[in-house]
């Protein structure tokens, strides 16, 4: 039976409730999605300091098992899997690795170059010291990287130092935050350095000092 004294909610006390229910999840969405934005960049900028990490850890290996390398910044050599260009650049290191269990091919090298306009750096394997296997990109994507420099120490140094040594720098972009709020969050160049006393080249080069 219908009971007329029985009160019901009138348009504007519904529509005030419909307004404060979509203020709260209005609050609650934009907190997830402040939530999912931080988060999305820290797993950006642990990926990118995890890349060049790997990169490093992975050159420094290389570089030590190396019988030979080649930065182009004096001559052109046609055994070298780089086409000269008659200037001197930094930013290209040719590794000569030989055979062994990784890698089984006879004279194995591997090539690294920085590429400005994917801010990345590519990699070529090569047989026999010059016939092309495969290439790729190391580092590309969100990574960011801005340089890639190898410098090995020049004969004096090496005269000098009766050792022969490599520097590695690469730059990238980092996300840095200064204050407590979202906006003032930067992305930021850093540099990560990397110095190699390479074993094998290190016997070939030492040099006997008369007492």
Not at 134 to 157: H, K
């Given at each position: 039976?219908f009971?007329?004294?029985?009160?019901?909610?009138?348009?504007?006390?519904?529509?005030?409730?419909?307004?404060?229910?979509?203020?709260?999840?209005?609050?609650?969405y934009?907190?997830?999605?402040?939530?999912?934005?931080?988060?999305?960049?820290?797993?950006?900028?642990?990926?990118?300091?995890?890349?060049?990490?790997?990169?490093?850890?992975?050159?420094?290996?290389?570089?030590?098992?190396?019988?030979?390398?080649y930065?182009?910044?004096?001559?052109?050599?046609?055994?070298?899997?780089?086409?000269?260009?008659?200037?001197s650049?930094?930013?290209?290191?040719?590794?000569?690795?030989?055979?062994?269990?990784?890698?089984?091919?006879?004279?194995?090298?591997?090539?690294y170059?920085?590429?400005?306009?994917?801010?990345?750096?590519?990699?070529?394997?090569?047989?026999?010291r010059?016939?092309?296997?495969?290439?790729?990109?190391?580092?590309?994507?969100?990574?960011?990287?801005?340089?890639?420099?190898?410098?090995?120490?020049?004969?004096?140094?090496?005269?000098?130092?009766?050792?022969?040594?490599?520097?590695?720098?690469?730059?990238?972009?980092?996300?840095?935050?200064?204050?407590?709020?979202?906006?003032?969050?930067?992305?930021?160049?850093?540099?990560?350095?990397?110095?190699?006393?390479p074993?094998?080249?290190?016997?070939?080069?030492?040099?006997?000092?008369?007492?």
């Open positions: 039976m009971n007329k004294n029985k009160k019901a909610f009138t348009l504007i006390e519904m529509l005030i409730s419909f307004l404060l229910a979509m203020s709260i999840l209005s609050v609650f934009f907190m997830h999605m402040t939530y999912q934005n931080r988060l999305i960049k820290l797993i950006k900028k642990v990926k990118g300091q995890q890349a060049v990490r790997l990169f490093l850890t992975k050159l420094r290996q290389e570089l030590k098992a190396a019988t030979e390398i930065v182009p910044t004096r001559q052109a050599d046609s055994s070298v899997p780089y086409e000269w260009q008659g200037d650049r930094r930013d290209v290191v040719v590794l000569f690795l030989g055979r062994s269990n990784i890698h089984d091919y006879e004279g194995y090298a591997v090539k170059e920085y590429i400005q306009e994917k801010k990345a750096i590519k990699y070529s394997e090569y047989k026999n010059t016939e092309l296997i495969r290439q790729g990109i190391f580092l590309g994507g969100d990574t960011q990287i801005l340089a890639f420099g190898v410098y090995p120490t020049d004969l004096n140094e090496q005269i000098l130092m009766q050792k022969f040594q490599v520097h590695v720098e690469i730059g990238y972009f980092d996300i840095t935050r200064k204050g407590k709020t979202v906006e003032n969050e930067l992305m930021v160049p850093k540099v990560a350095y990397l110095s190699v006393y074993r094998a080249i290190n016997t070939s080069l030492l040099i006997d000092v008369p007492q």
